[in-house]
């Protein structure tokens, strides 16, 4: 039975859980010369990943068992590796490397210090005490709920340390209400000569902030367990644009047919609609364009997209609503 690793021991730094017992090829030798040495030089535990370090053994790439067993033997190493490598820096803690391992979803990750030399390898032994099947997907992914739930126990312990790390992006939202302040002012003109755009205000922000929170939960369902790429993201968002332009002809539809039975005003009730078409619209691209982005940066989506791309929305949202009215009532 598998145990977790203490709460307390999570603030330790991870260089000093990282083994040095790790496969490790030279970027200078052929694929028969790596073998050869693997074969001199056996690790004693388990094989997970074949790391790629220079003379100066500085981390240059991971190679795939597959591809090594595969490979021509006089192929370069260098030729079949991969060159970009998630790496855990040596003052990282315990913490951290929990994050890594679940935005990632690797089962081993190298910790080097400032020069990306590799000081040794920390992996999911570290939170559980056997390693489950590599093969078994359902064993994989409740390998990496295991490690989700003890990463949220030790956040939970640092109240202010999860303070600092969602407060700035909240600052976001805090951001977008007060410039959409200053925008509806810039129009007061067109909301004094038309006081019932007011009253739909609230109605229009809340379709696209609703349309940005559900395309920001589809997108880190769909970024699960996978790295995406800027191609990926170019076929997401023309996707979203879709289905965005017909949820928001659709809701823009409905108020505005509301606002014109209210109101008897057709000018008002056209505001509605493409106030709400055009902010749906920029909400749901997004909504898939915040995750993601963030994902290929390196960040970590789950608690910086949602606000961000809500804050993104209001904006969006506002101006195309008050610049429409203005072009039409004016």
Same mark, same amino acid.
């Given at each position: ?40 030089? *056996? ?15 500085? +981390? ?14 006089? &192929?370069?190493?260098? %030729?079949?590796?991969?060159? %970009? ?48 099947? =590599? ?92 790295? *995406? ?12 644009? @879709? ?42 691209? +997004?909504?898939?364009?915040?995750? &993601?982005? =963030? ?11 949602? *606000? @961000?791309? +809500? ?16 072009? =039409?009532?004016?």
């Amino acid at each position: 039975m598998a145990t977790s690793t203490p709460i307390s021991n999570l603030n330790d730094l991870v260089s000093a859980h990282a083994h040095q017992d790790f496969a490790q090829l030279s970027l200078n030798h052929t694929v028969g010369e790596a073998l050869d040495s693997l074969r001199a030089h *056996p690790p004693k535990g388990r094989i997970v990943y074949l790391y790629v370090a220079d003379t100066d053994g500085r +981390l240059s790439g991971v190679v795939p068992i597959r591809r090594l067993l595969l490979a021509s033997p006089a &192929t370069p190493v260098a %030729e079949i590796m991969v060159g %970009e490598v998630v790496a855990v820096p040596a003052t990282a803690t315990v913490l951290d490397a929990c994050e890594f391992f679940i935005q990632h979803r690797l089962l081993a990750l190298p910790v080097v210090d400032g020069e990306r030399r590799i000081l040794g390898v920390v992996d999911v032994e570290l939170h559980t005490e056997e390693m489950t099947d =590599l093969d078994d997907a359902d064993a994989r992914n409740n390998l990496f709920q295991s490690v989700g739930v003890t990463l949220e126990k030790g956040r939970g312990t640092a109240s202010a340390s999860g303070f600092r790390r969602r407060f700035p992006w909240l600052g976001a939202n805090l951001a977008a209400g007060i410039i959409a302040a200053f925008l509806s002012g810039m129009f007061e003109d067109v909301l004094n000569r038309a006081v019932a755009l007011a009253f739909f205000i609230p109605v229009v922000l809340n379709m696209a902030e609703s349309v940005s929170s559900q395309s920001v939960s589809l997108a880190l369902l769909a970024l699960h367990g996978q790295r *995406p790429t800027w191609k990926y993201l170019f076929a997401r968002l023309r996707g979203e644009l @879709v289905t965005g332009l017909f949820l928001g002809l659709a809701a823009g539809a409905v108020v505005g047919l509301t606002a014109l039975a209210w109101r008897g005003n057709l000018r008002i009730a056209l505001c509605v609609l493409g106030g709400i078409a055009g902010g749906v619209v920029g909400a749901a691209v +997004l909504g898939v364009a915040m995750p &993601t982005v =963030l994902r290929l940066v390196r960040l970590e989506p789950r608690v910086a997209a949602g *606000p @961000v791309a +809500l804050a993104g929305a209001d904006v969006i949202t506002i101006l195309l609503y008050l610049n429409l009215a203005r072009w =039409l009532l004016g």
